[in-house]
């Protein structure tokens, strides 16, 4: 089954925003086995959705259109949708307690009526109840062309809850129905440390072998967390599990420690559930300064990390290492702050201040300015200090914006220190 997205906004093609719909509702189909064949952005124009959805309805099954739903004039979604499929509209009057749901004491028959659009939806179509907004959904089934049309709202908090709650659930049915009731399972690895292209470059020959017992290998990639997506489809549940777990078994042994989780693991998560299984009480610190608090954030926000996370020290500037970290000034001088001689040192201190087993440092350029000669942004030093007060210090060359290093940096670092706690459990 293919499915088409339209997301419908002229601050999209004007590059005002990004268009974060398609790629949340993209990657929901492709974790679900669903193809996403066609996505289209398009100006909040009715000639513009007619002219797409007629052409989504020439490429794909089902067509999700995403925004124009609201109660202002440059919302035409319903209109669009409706004169395109030679439907009227109607007013549903179930839908009229959710469009006035943000009704102030005072206001004019003219907002009231401005308001209750969004309680229209084409003849024949089912209802979509918003539960966060005010704008309602349809769904329309073609039944004689076999087609289905589902809109929801542009808001992404809107869109994600309608799509999750109402949406995925009935596409995953038309797929199984469309499908002949094939099964589908899936699995997604969350890797960090690692490229795409590496990825791709270690398990080539596994995309080949998975293609021959009906398994898709998928990659997904964001800053600092690239998704593994693993989908078998067959008549037997028993042969998905089978295969699933061939082909996961196989990238583990070639993507390794890069492999932090599955499906929505956090990275902090991770380090959690590698702390618990170690079977010892390990307390951690942290010392940071490129990342100005972010990977003290990340422990944090798992549920609790106070039983193993002591705290840490944001130590921006030199003097803060000094004075805080008792970096030696003449280190700072000689190599900088960015190097791994002031890296050892902050996570050393960050270990003796904490008294804790494990400390974690960073430090680098995150830019667009680099104030040390011939360095450059991206250059990051990350220090684990450990039980024993021994060192592993790393350098690494991350790109992006200032803030995809930040956020890269933090993820490795605690990748790092989650695999060195597994790696020396006691026996």
Do not use: W
């Not at 009231?112 to 907004?133: A, C, D, H, M, N």
């Not at 791709?200 to 690239?226: N, Q, R």
């Amino acid at each position: 089954m293919k499915s088409a997205i339209i997301c419908i906004g002229t601050e999209l093609n004007l590059g005002l925003i990004t268009n974060t719909n398609a790629v949340y509702i993209s990657e929901k189909l492709a974790v679900n086995g669903i193809e996403c064949n066609l996505i289209i952005t398009i100006e909040d124009e009715e000639k513009d959705i007619s002219d797409a959805l007629n052409f989504a309805l020439k490429q794909s099954d089902t067509i999700i259109i995403s925004g124009g739903l609201g109660p202002t004039d440059d919302d035409v979604t319903r209109k669009a949708v409706s004169e395109t499929l030679g439907l009227k509209l109607y007013k549903n009057d179930s839908l009229d307690e959710t469009s006035l749901k943000f009704l102030r004491k005072a206001i004019t028959d003219n907002l009231k009526e401005r308001l209750l659009r969004q309680s229209y939806i084409p003849v024949g179509s089912t209802p979509i109840i918003p539960k966060i907004g005010s704008a309602s959904g349809f769904f329309i089934n073609l039944k004689k062309q076999h087609k289905y049309i589902f809109s929801v709202p542009g808001v992404p908090k809107e869109m994600k809850d309608m799509f999750d709650d109402d949406v995925l659930p009935e596409l995953i049915k038309i797929s199984g129905k469309n499908n002949n009731n094939l099964k589908i399972k899936r699995k997604i690895f969350l890797t960090t440390g690692i490229s795409e292209s590496e990825i791709e470059e270690k398990i080539k020959d596994i995309y080949i072998e998975g293609d021959k017992i009906g398994v898709k290998i998928g990659i997904t990639a964001a800053p600092g967390l690239i998704k593994l997506i693993i989908v078998s489809k067959s008549n037997s549940d028993e042969t998905n599990d089978k295969n699933i777990t061939l082909i996961s078994n196989k990238i583990r042994e070639r993507v390794g420690g890069f492999i932090y989780g599955e499906n929505e693991d956090l990275i902090a998560e991770s380090l959690k559930k590698s702390i618990s299984e170690s079977n010892i009480k390990i307390k951690i610190s942290t010392a940071e300064s490129l990342t100005g608090g972010l990977v003290s954030s990340m422990i944090s926000d798992v549920s609790g990390s106070s039983e193993y996370f002591l705290g840490g020290i944001i130590s921006y500037s030199n003097y803060s290492k000094n004075k805080l970290l008792k970096v030696k000034k003449e280190d700072l001088n000689k190599y900088g702050a960015v190097s791994g001689q002031v890296c050892k040192q902050m996570a050393l201190h960050s270990k003796k201040i904490f008294n804790s087993d494990y400390a974690i440092s960073v430090t680098g350029f995150a830019g667009p300015t680099v104030n040390e000669k011939d360095k450059k942004t991206g250059l990051v030093f990350s220090c684990i200090a450990k039980p024993d007060g021994s060192t592993k210090t790393f350098e690494s060359k991350f790109i992006g914006t200032r803030t995809e290093i930040k956020f890269r940096t933090a993820q490795f670092i605690l990748n790092m220190l989650r695999i060195e706690i597994e790696n020396n459990k006691p026996n």
